[in-house]
């Protein structure tokens, strides 16, 4: 065995090498040592944290006392006193979920994602390595709502979720609907929850109970973790509120203050850190939930039901794409996709719905060909309307469909799953123009685009500053 290789294996000093150990071996600090770390610049004082072996030698990471991991540069640490040590055990207990016979039956299926993950101090990635489990274990107070029942689908980031696992997603709540669940909730990552739920709001239609989509920005290692909390909020809905749509719940303002409950197909993640990163899109959240009440913001929900006459369409055709149109784009782009055998197309264009003029071929043979070509606009806010410039008349003129106020990944995915049932054309446009869950809108509430973006109490204490 090389040096190196007995350096990164020793137990002691897990994943560090080179000048870090060198520096930690100087003072014996082990990995979870309690330490105060001196350096010119000041003093650290927490526990010595594992490295990634990935990671680079030059720095010893250290979990301060507010619960924040940071890299201190091995060269400036003049002294490191060790106060203590406790080696973490970061496995969580699972649970068996209490009883209450007169508590609603909710049924919580995991996909994966940061809110089933805690780190690996290995690779110092986070991991899918939480089962639903062990997520009862970490938030008891979910037996104050429901029994909750759980259930691991998929252990994915959800960037690998697709027209596979949405199925998957769509025919296993339609089980336990058929069962007699009260509610559902499905444990999701962020990055893509929004793609999920506009399709389960496709495939999954009429549903008699919410369907409640929750994630988390940040894992539950985090002292700023916003699992616990989304996760309470969606047992919260699953369990007792009225609204019987698919549903995403995740923090409403970047405070603790409460979740919104946003309709699936109108809902994106808009920043990528905020744990308020979920917004309403052209419209205003349906609800806002906190642990006691669900109290929604507008009455046009549909209202939770007995019976089971919900429709289940798990239909896809993979062979759809976004095109995310940008000045200088190149026919090639659509050309490839034509070859490649693609039989639909989504475009976000530019303002009201444009791409440049060389396109015009690629578009036109796509018409020819017989694939199925829709436009979106890339502001998100507002309406597709080809009628205005001379640019959207030509473009349909080339069979391009203008889209409405759908939002371009809620478009892709039900142009897949519209052509997932058929091949029509005809059929496809009528299946793509008729809203089935709130995808089109009759038009925008003027207060959503102002109001909603930050959260109500945000933005009037922001204004209260300036209206003296
Ligand atoms: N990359 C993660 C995911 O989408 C992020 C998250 O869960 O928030 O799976």
């Not at 055990?89 to 609603?104: A, G, L, S, T, V």
């Not at 780190?119 to 037996?143: K, M, N, Q």
Request: with cysteine; proline share 5%.
């Amino acid at each position: 065995m090389s040096q190196n290789e007995d350096n990164t294996q020793n137990e002691d000093y897990k994943g560090y090498r080179g000048k870090a150990l060198e520096k930690l071996r100087e003072f014996e600090a082990k990995i979870w040592s309690d330490v105060e770390i001196a350096t010119p610049g000041g003093n650290y004082v927490g526990f010595i944290l594992p490295r990634s072996e990935t990671a680079d030698d030059l720095h010893i990471v250290v979990k301060l006392r507010t619960g924040y991991n940071i890299g201190v540069a091995c060269r400036k640490v003049t002294d490191i006193k060790i106060n203590g040590r406790k080696v973490a055990n970061y496995k969580i207990p699972e649970q068996d979920f209490p009883y209450d016979k007169r508590k609603p039956r909710v049924k919580l299926f995991g996909t994966g994602g940061t809110i089933a993950s805690r780190l690996d101090y290995r690779t110092g990635a986070v991991i899918p390595a939480f089962s639903p489990g062990e997520l009862y274990g970490s938030v008891p107070e979910l037996a104050d709502y429901c029994n909750l029942e759980t259930e691991k689908l998929y252990g994915v980031f959800s960037e690998n979720m697709g027209p596979g696992q949405w199925k998957g997603i769509a025919e296993a709540i339609a089980k336990e609907i058929e069962k007699g669940v009260q509610g559902v909730i499905i444990g999701h990552g962020t990055d893509t929850m929004h793609h999920t739920s506009a399709i389960l709001s496709f495939m999954l239609q009429n549903t008699p109970v919410p369907i409640v989509m929750v994630g988390s920005q940040r894992s539950s290692d985090r002292p700023s973790s916003d699992a616990a909390l989304n996760l309470i909020h969606s047992v919260k809905t699953a369990a007792d509120s009225d609204i019987a749509e698919v549903l995403v719940c995740m923090f409403g303002p970047t405070s603790d203050q409460y979740g919104l409950l946003h309709r699936g197909t109108r809902v994106r993640k808009m920043h990528s850190s905020y744990r308020s990163t979920f917004r309403t899109i052209g419209d205003i959240p349906i609800a806002m939930v906190d642990r006691n009440t669900v109290t929604p913001i507008r009455n046009d929900y549909k209202h939770r039901r007995n019976d089971k006459d919900f429709i289940l369409k798990p239909y896809f055709e993979d062979m759809v794409g976004i095109v995310y149109y940008y000045p200088n784009m190149q026919p090639d782009i659509i050309n490839s996709m034509i070859d490649n055998g693609y039989k639909g197309i989504v475009i976000a264009g530019t303002g009201l719905g444009h791409v440049n003029k060389p396109l015009y071929p690629a578009l036109k043979r796509a018409r020819d060909e017989g694939i199925a070509v829709y436009m979106t606009v890339q502001t998100l806010w507002g309406y597709v309307q080809m009628y205005v410039y001379e640019t959207g008349r030509e473009m349909m003129g080339l069979g391009v469909v203008p889209a409405a106020n759908m939002l371009p990944e809620v478009a892709y995915v039900k142009l897949g799953w519209a052509l997932g049932q058929t091949s029509d054309l005809d059929k496809v446009k009528d299946i793509m123009l008729t809203p089935v869950a709130g995808e089109i809108t009759e038009r925008e509430p003027s207060n959503g685009y102002l109001i909603y973006q930050g959260g109500i109490p945000e933005v009037e204490e922001f204004i209260s500053k300036y209206k003296k």
